[in-house]
């Protein structure tokens, strides 16, 4: 028997179907290993130990894989083909070693780009070792992340309260975001006028121009600066006839992108699907992972993560066969188009990413594959056969026409494609708005031709600011300077806005204030390790690590000696000296200047105070220079809305959507106690009468401006029916419910994920979750342990949600964390079972009901006393003993309800 060992249980599943019975495939789930969250887990003093564990989610599946290992012949450890691939591969064969389970098992590194049949038995069947190089570069990286963020993080916690951590990727990133930001800020708009022409040839054709040359001289940017020069040259213009003087041809050729890399991959598909980062590369994984086709799972594209633009030359030869049969020779070239990677470690640069097979046309799989998923596989297939289609050509035309003296000069300019080559397929995005220019066509003109002239149009405009990065324009600045990998981007984005750094505006980053204020922190007393030259050569320097051309552990010892001097020297600054520092930094941002020219610093409360930076058990605040005398303050950021609701729409009251085509009625958004909803009518009927509308929640993850008409109609609509079992026939719903989006399936319910949508999720999916659950739920145990001594029941061990436990009866006792599960014996399992047993009799729940019993009976004997001793005085005695019958009456009862109070108690 052999082991293969891969890191997602989707893989697992593929693959498996391509081995014989001579194969088991497990998954890994990711990382079985990572350092540990505390101080010391990395230790620079110790030549850079490290320290590993295992939590207890991936110890039920390193058991698995061990069990396995014990009568393996071979492991194969065939992770994904990169740095993080080999690190996995590395950190099970290390744990597999420390359990001394392999003896003399023979353990080899296989990978393939593409989960194929093909592939997969062709790397079986050409194993290797694996990578040092590569283990150390992750290594090394893995270090450097942590001794940056659990050096720097404690200080920003202490002189910056309200701080969440510093990253070494991630504060670069977060510079960016908040540099460009102060470039808005800073801009100061400049005003400049053009002035258009309507103009027709001799044939009386139109086409428009636009003035270039006054008096003879050419005119820049801001040439007319204002509406005086302006209607000076309207004025120049109107009293002059034109005629063609020059005409000039030119043919250009607009090559294809080559396919896609991760960046540009990422970078695409926000700007063409609207996802983010984590959404492609999530999408990306199922694509890569497999999808159910037919009754068959198969990868449907290469590995997502690579730097590599190069195909294999099979892949280009189905693309270019296809490219023959579908569009003609006209669109072949000559010979097959060669791209070149620019990664600098060709150990990463694997292949582009490309569909597994050319032949697959995105209409063929569409039924199988979700909303998303389809979206993302078409566009990496278009953009597949069109690096390798004709290149387009382009007439491009240039008049320029002149009055009679000549001193007065207007261009036309316009561009016809003459042939349409990749463009037939696919287009590229670009990230500005610039016009097409293959939209612009000029009606014939010859030279010495007149020109018509018809309405004089000065027009004003103001110089724009930068523009705000998108996802896509992010990740390209972050490629271009070297910081980091495209790998990471993702996950680097997303931290940013879990932590309340940046925030999403209509798709740019947007720098909240927590964000600006550290990032002057860095960059006042960490400049260097923030800035994009230092970050780019780090990781260029790891780059050197994999390449086998520098050493780990001297990279680490270089950067750590100036790092940690840089971090002891801030350690003895005083807040004063920090709030200085940032107060001066964030003056213009949080302090703007005012049309008036009044001081913004001064105080609104008593007047002569000066308002400055300050700092605040929860973090930093703007504060009156008077204080205590003066207690005036007011926070960074005045909005304290949701950024989301606001950029809904919900900041003024329910948004409407449409009607409902089938009722007539409103369809809105809205903002409830609980969150955003949508709302089909409104209450009719008044009183007992009345009835409420449907309404349906948005569900976790869901944007409220991304909430269409369409879309809400199909959330009014759920539960929604998936389609019959293939199993039952009986129908799976999906739906959302008191706890979130869910599957049904006659009698059991499984919750969806973030990774899915209620809306799109589709029949395959739906069941695999289902049987996933399934599988769950009646999970047998491990493994038998023996029988318990007092009464002959058997002790079982099972791998729980919260780790493996051993099981007696009803009872379960969880093992304690250092135990591994392997190595449980009878008597220990006996042992954690009586325990738990006798503190289960222990509760103090269960003591409260028979104390309030015992109290009621005191009561009651007292009360008889009482009565007894009493009965020979007045009346009024009697009337005592009466009300002591009562409350012991009621003090027998109360042993009824405490059982009740018991099970809602907060002992339980």
Not at 211 to 217: E, F, S
Not at 453 to 466: L, N
């Amino acid at each position: 028997m052999h082991l293969v060992i891969v890191e997602s249980p989707a893989k697992a599943k593929t693959i498996n179907k391509y081995l014989g019975s001579d194969f088991q495939v497990l998954a890994s789930y990711g990382h079985i290993r990572d350092l540990p969250a505390k101080d010391g887990s990395v230790r620079p003093d110790e030549d850079f130990a490290m320290d590993w564990t295992v939590d207890g989610k991936s110890e039920r599946h390193i058991k698995e894989i061990v069990s396995a290992a014990r009568t393996a012949d071979t492991v194969f450890l065939a992770t994904d083909p990169d740095r993080e691939g080999e690190a996995i591969s590395w950190h099970v064969l290390e744990e597999l070693r420390r359990r001394r389970v392999l003896k003399d098992t023979d353990v080899k590194r296989v990978t393939f780009n593409a989960i194929t049949k093909s592939a997969v038995m062709d790397a079986i069947a050409n194993p290797r070792d694996l990578d040092q190089e590569l283990i150390e570069a992750y290594l090394a990286r893995r270090a450097l992340d942590y001794l940056v963020g659990f050096t720097l993080s404690p200080v920003l916690w202490r002189k910056l309260p309200g701080s969440r951590s510093a990253g070494r990727v991630q504060s670069v990133a977060l510079r960016l975001v908040c540099e460009r930001e102060a470039e808005i800020e800073r801009f100061v708009p400049q005003e400049y006028w053009t002035v258009d022409v309507a103009l027709k040839n001799k044939d009386g054709q139109p086409f428009s121009g636009r003035l270039t040359h006054l008096d003879g001289q050419k005119l820049d940017k801001f040439g007319l600066k204002d509406e005086a020069s302006a209607s000076a040259a309207k004025a120049a213009i109107e009293a002059g006839a034109f005629k063609v003087a020059q005409v000039e041809r030119k043919q250009s050729r607009r090559n294809p992108a080559p396919p896609f890399t991760t960046s540009t991959l990422q970078q695409e598909a926000s700007r063409k699907l609207h996802f983010s980062a984590k959404q492609t590369m999530q999408t990306a994984q199922r694509l890569y992972e497999g999808v159910d086709i037919g009754g068959e799972t198969v990868g449907l594209i290469t590995y997502m993560r690579t730097d590599g633009v190069q195909m294999a030359p099979e892949a280009i030869e189905s693309a270019r066969g296809y490219i023959g049969r579908e569009f003609g020779k006209d669109y072949l070239p000559g010979k097959a188009r060669e791209y070149k990677t620019k990664a600098k470690n060709a150990q990463e640069a694997h292949e582009a990413i490309r569909p597994t097979e050319i032949m697959r046309h995105p209409s063929t799989v569409a039924r199988s594959l979700d909303r998303d998923q389809f979206r993302l596989y078409e566009l990496i297939w278009k953009r597949t056969v069109a690096s390798q289609m004709e290149s387009a050509v382009m007439d491009q035309v240039a008049v320029d026409m002149t009055d009679g003296s000549g001193k007065t000069t207007l261009r036309a300019n316009g561009s016809v494609i003459r042939f349409d080559g990749f463009l037939k397929l696919y287009r590229e995005d670009r990230d500005d708005d610039a016009e097409d220019e293959s939209s612009r066509i000029l009606p014939p003109l010859n030279e010495n031709d007149p020109v018509e002239r018809g309405k004089v149009t000065p027009e004003q405009h103001f110089t724009q600011p930068p523009p705000r990065y998108t996802e896509a324009s992010l990740v390209k600045k972050m490629e271009e300077l070297g910081i980091g990998r495209p790998s990471t981007y993702a996950s680097v984005l997303a931290v940013l806005q879990d932590r309340n750094y940046v925030k999403l505006e209509q798709r740019r980053f947007v720098p909240e204030d927590r964000g600006r204020v550290v990032t002057a922190f860095l960059e006042s007393f960490f400049n260097r390790y923030v800035q994009y030259n230092f970050t780019a050569d780090l990781e260029n320097q790891l780059d050197d690590i994999s390449g086998g051309r520098a050493d780990w552990k001297e990279v680490l010892r270089l950067f750590w000696q100036d790092f940690k001097a840089a971090v002891e020297d801030i350690q003895g600054l005083r807040v004063s000296d920090v709030l200085d520092a940032l107060d001066k930094d964030l003056g213009p941002h949080l302090f703007p200047s005012r049309e008036d020219g009044t001081d913004p610093r001064v105080c609104p409360s008593c007047s002569d105070g000066r308002l400055s930076l300050k700092l605040g058990k929860f973090g930093a605040f703007i504060g009156c220079s008077n204080y205590p005398e003066c207690r005036y303050t007011r926070p960074l950021a005045e909005s304290a809305g949701d950024p989301k609701e606001e950029q809904a729409g919900l900041a003024e009251g329910p948004k409407l959507l449409g009607q409902d085509p089938e009722t007539g009625k409103d369809v809105t958004l809205r903002k409830g106690p609980y969150g955003v909803y949508v709302q089909l009518g409104e209450p009719e009927g008044e009183g007992k009468q009345k009835t409420k509308p449907k309404r349906a929640s948005l569900p976790r993850g869901m944007d409220p401006a991304d909430v269409d008409l369409e879309k809400a109609l199909k959330l009014l609509a759920l539960p929604r029916k998936v389609g019959p079992h293939p199993e039952t026939g009986e129908p799976i719903l999906a739906g959302i419910g008191r706890f979130g989006p869910y599957l049904k399936h006659g009698d059991a319910y499984k919750s969806i994920g973030k990774d899915d949508d209620v809306l799109e999720i589709g029949l395959n999916r739906a069941v695999v979750l289902l049987a996933e659950a399934k599988t769950r739920k009646t999970a047998k145990p491990l493994k038998t342990l023996g029988k318990h001594p007092d009464d002959s029941v058997e002790i079982t061990l099972h791998e729980g949600r919260y780790g493996p436990y051993v099981q007696h009866n009803k009872t379960r006792a969880t093992l304690p964390k250092d135990k591994d599960p392997e190595t449980v014996t009878l008597d220990e399992a006996v042992e954690l079972i009586n325990a738990k047993a006798a503190k289960g009799g222990k509760k103090p729940a269960a003591r409260k009901a028979p104390a309030k019993k015992t109290a009621a009976k005191k009561a009651d004997a007292e009360g008889s006393a009482t009565t007894a001793k009493k009965a020979p005085a007045k009346k009024p005695a009697a009337k005592k003993a009466t009300a002591a019958k009562k409350t012991t009456a009621a003090a027998k009862k109360a042993p009824a309800k405490a059982p009740a109070r018991r099970k809602t108690g907060t002992d339980e």
